[in-house]
């Protein structure tokens, strides 16, 4: 089965410009999993998502 990741840019002024916010929404197969991602948050929900068992590890340079 083929499936679908979709990720979608999206930005938001408040009322008379007093705010504004942007980030990427995460879609799979036409769900939204995600309002705003990093790298690893989109990995982990679309595992999660589609069902697949995974051991992820994050290491960091000053790790």
């Not at 995600?34 to 992820?56: C, F, N, Q, R």
């Amino acid at each position: 089965m083929k499936h679908k990741v979709v990720f979608e840019d999206w930005e938001k002024e408040c009322e008379e410009g007093s705010c504004y916010e942007s980030g990427t929404r995460l879609l799979v197969n036409g769900k939204q999993v995600l309002d705003s991602v990093t790298p690893v948050k989109a990995v982990k929900a679309v595992l999660d998502e589609l069902g697949i068992v995974y051991e992820l590890e994050e290491k960091h340079e000053y790790d």
